[in-house]
């Protein structure tokens, strides 16, 4: 069986937390997938030697610390260098992992992007990967090796060092896993599993067993970090089943899969908050064709991801058009707007704002799902400030500071601790 794992900042996040992955990785060697849930690491039960190769993301805390120092030269750091920093991290915990391994006698090796051959656009701090030529991997695996590889990064064409954005070894683990047609792809964090809300937020969160790719999709990009929404997005598309597990425990984590491998299909499979997005609401604007396109073309260009755009029926050629970007990219999107004070009566930015979200494929074939997210949110006295909807999503824009009561409730709500 071939492996692909891939181990967090946190699961990294020290000499003896690279130990303890050293030791969980030579387990892996033996192990088996009898079911899903019986994941088998028992080296007397089977006798079977896995190939396994092992992405790591950096220590914790040293991607935020390499940030740091960049920014305290220059709040617009020369990115073709940050990444030079920023692959660093990676680099420096594959490598120690690989000592690790090679002191507990087992073989092993540790992959930059570039040995791994894990190729990008030059799109340098937020780079896609075009390609992976895998040869140098097939070839290690082949010599007996335990490959580890640096998540996050890659080479451009024109030979630069690139990295994925943050979160990004994720990716890298799943587009290796497809690339190498892994049978699994394994996620290491410090959760066990996809719950149906942040653990941390909810205690009596539940652990989910099996969740399907869009389930995941939703959860992801509404906010749920256990697993990047690029890397969902790729698993589904290559059909590459995850398994997000905790480092810390044996559990047998969440199965990501295709919908048709889950049998149960909840109305409500978890709540997503995303704390991240601010409000830009543009009030009174002209309500002529092109507006939008001319709008929305400036923010684009501007690289400014914007999302839950709402735009209300116009009236004596005066519109209300409200949308969300990211809180980080604000002050970016107030200077693209600046040129369109005269469209509008009024430009108006909110950053105390968070987005809510319900996800399951069951609301698909459900009514009244949205209806009792309202009144559960009307209970409290939280306004609802914006609402979007896809076939299996509910968002709700309310104000920052119900963000944590209303994941409460709604889990409460919809009867996910039980
Ligand atoms: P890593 O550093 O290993 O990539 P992350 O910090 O990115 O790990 O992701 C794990 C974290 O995701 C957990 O500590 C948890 O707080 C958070 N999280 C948010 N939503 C969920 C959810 N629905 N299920 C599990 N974890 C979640
Ligand atoms: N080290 C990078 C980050 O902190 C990539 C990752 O951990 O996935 O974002
Ligand atoms: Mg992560």
Redesign the pocket.
């Known amino acids: 069986m071939l492996i692909v794992q891939k181990y ?4 990294m996040g020290s000499s003896e937390r690279i130990q303890n992955v050293a030791n969980r990785v030579s387990l892996s060697l033996y192990a088996s997938y009898k079911s899903h849930k019986q994941y088998v690491k028992d080296k007397d039960n089977v006798n079977r030697n896995n190939k396994l190769v092992v992405v790591v ?1 950096a220590m ?1 805390g040293v991607t935020d610390g390499i940030l740091e120092h960049a920014g305290f030269f220059t709040s617009t750091p020369n990115e073709r260098d940050l990444d030079m920093a920023l692959s660093s991290g990676e680099q420096m915990s594959a490598a120690l992992l690989s000592i690790a391994l090679n002191a507990k006698g087992l073989k092993s090796i540790a992959l930059n992007g570039r040995q791994a051959g894990i190729f990008t656009d030059s799109n340098h701090t937020k780079a896609r990967i075009q390609y992976i030529d895998t040869t140098n991997i097939y070839k290690l695996l082949d010599d007996g090796y335990i490959v580890v590889v640096t998540g996050f990064q890659g080479l451009s064409n024109s030979g630069e060092i690139t990295t994925l954005g943050r ?1 990004g ?2 990716l890298s683990a799943v587009a290796l896993a497809g690339a190498l047609k892994a049978n699994v792809c394994e996620i290491y ?3 066990d ?8 937020i909810e205690s009596k969160a539940k652990k989910i067993d099996r969740i399907s790719y869009d389930e995941m999709l939703e ?1 992801a990009s509404m906010g ?3 697993l990047l929404t690029r890397s969902v997005e790729l698993a589904k598309k290559l059909n590459v089943p995850i398994y997000a597990r905790s480092s810390f425990s044996d559990d047998s984590g969440t199965l990501i899969t295709t919908e048709e491998n889950i049998m149960e299909k909840p109305i409500v499979s ?1 709540i ?1 908050l995303d704390k991240n997005q601010a409000r830009v609401s543009l009030i009174s604007i002209q309500d002529r064709p092109g507006i939008a396109a001319e709008l929305f073309g400036k923010l684009s260009k501007a690289n400014i991801n914007v999302d839950m755009i709402v735009q209300t029926i116009g009236r004596d050629s005066k519109t209300n058009l409200d949308f969300t970007v990211p809180k980080n990219e604000l002050e970016k999107a107030k200077n693209t707007l600046n040129e369109f004070d005269s469209y509008a009566d009024l430009i108006d930015y909110d950053n105390e704002v968070a987005i809510v979200s319900i996800v399951g494929v069951g609301m698909k074939s459900h009514s009244g799902v949205a209806a009792k997210a309202f009144q559960v949110l009307a209970k409290d006295n939280i306004n609802i400030r914006m609402i979007s909807t896809s076939e299996i999503k509910i968002s709700m824009l309310i104000d920052l500071k119900y963000a944590e009561l209303s994941v409460r409730v709604l889990h409460a709500a919809y009867k996910l601790d039980q």
């Open positions: 967090g900042g946190t699961s993301s914790s979160g070894s994720d964090s410090d959760v599993g996809v719950y149906t809300t942040d653990p941390r959860l749920a970090k256990v978890g997503a």
